[in-house]
C-alpha cells in the first residue's frame, strides 16, 4: 500500500512565522500535490509537482512555495504565515497516469495566530 | 469558478435509509472520481468512472458517470453508520498529466443509528 506521510498532524505558529510542512511518499510516484482543504470549498490545489526540481502552480498559489529537491518528499512552504492560511493542508502523490488516483496524507491542521 | 458542483452538502439520515449524492458540471471530464474522508484523515478513493454511462458498484454503493462525461451520481443503499462521512467527487480533464483534479464542495453525509 502507497503511504503518504506528512510530518505533523497539528501545528500552531504566529503570524509572520515561516513555516514548513513536510510530506514524504514511499511507493516512486511522479506526481506529488498540495491541497487546502476548508468548509464548503472543498480541495484546492496549491501547488504540484511532475518531477524532481519541477513546480507548477495550481489554483491558489498566492502566499505560498514548494521544494522537491528528492522524489519523494515535496515541501509546502508558508513565507509568512497569515491568519487566512489557517486550514488543514493535505499532501498527496500519484503515478503519471491519465486518471491520476491520488493517495492522500492524513492533513495538518495548521492555525495561524 | 466551482467547475464541480456536489449536492447536498449536508445530508443526515437515519440508518437503513438510501441517499443519492450528485456531482455536475458543465465541462467534461475524462474521468471521475468518488472519495471518502473520515475525520481526522485524508481522502480515500472509492471508485473512479471513465466510460459515459458507466455504473460501477461497491457493496451497497452504485457509482455513474454521466453518458456526456459532465456530470455523475454516488447511490447508497441501506445506509449504516459506518458510511457517515466527507464525500468528495473529483473530475480529470482530458490531457490531464495525472493527478490535476478538480474537486467538488463534497457532501457530509451523517447516518444515525
Known amino acids: 500500500d502507497v503511504k503518504v506521510t506528512q510530518s505533523s498532524r497539528y501545528l500552531v505558529k504566529r503570524t509572520g512565522e515561516k513555516v514548513f510542512l513536510e510530506c514524504v511518499q514511499d511507493?516512486?510516484?511522479?506526481?506529488m500535490f498540495w491541497y487546502r482543504q476548508d468548509p464548503g470549498l472543498g480541495l484546492r490545489l496549491i501547488y504540484f509537482s511532475y518531477d524532481v526540481k519541477m513546480k507548477e502552480k495550481g489554483d491558489i498559489p498566492e502566499g505560498y512555495s514548494v521544494s522537491r529537491e528528492k522524489k519523494e518528499r515535496f515541501s509546502l512552504i508558508l513565507e509568512s504565515a497569515s491568519t487566512n492560511q489557517t486550514s488543514m493542508y493535505l499532501c498527496a502523490s500519484s503515478l503519471k497516469t491519465p486518471w491520476g488516483l491520488l493517495h492522500f496524507g492524513n492533513g495538518t491542521r495548521l492555525t495561524v495566530t | 469558478t466551482q467547475l464541480l458542483e456536489q449536492s447536498p452538502q449536508f445530508l443526515s439520515i437515519q440508518e437503513g435509509e438510501n441517499l443519492t449524492v450528485y456531482c455536475n458540471s458543465s465541462s467534461v471530464f475524462s474521468s471521475l472520481q468518488w472519495y471518502r474522508q473520515e475525520p481526522g484523515e485524508g481522502p480515500v478513493l472509492l471508485v473512479t468512472?471513465?466510460?459515459?454511462?458507466e455504473v460501477k458498484k461497491l457493496k451497497r454503493l452504485t457509482f455513474q458517470f454521466g453518458d456526456a462525461r459532465k456530470d455523475s451520481s454516488l447511490h447508497i443503499t441501506a445506509a449504516q453508520p459506518g458510511d457517515t462521512g466527507l464525500y468528495l467527487c473529483?473530475?480529470?480533464?482530458?490531457?490531464?498529466?495525472?493527478?490535476?483534479?478538480?474537486f467538488g464542495q463534497g457532501t457530509e453525509l451523517s447516518v444515525k443509528p
Open positions: 468512472v471513465v466510460t459515459g454511462g
Open positions: 473529483a473530475g480529470a480533464r482530458k490531457n490531464n498529466q495525472g493527478g490535476k483534479l478538480i
Open positions: 511507493m516512486d510516484h511522479e506526481n
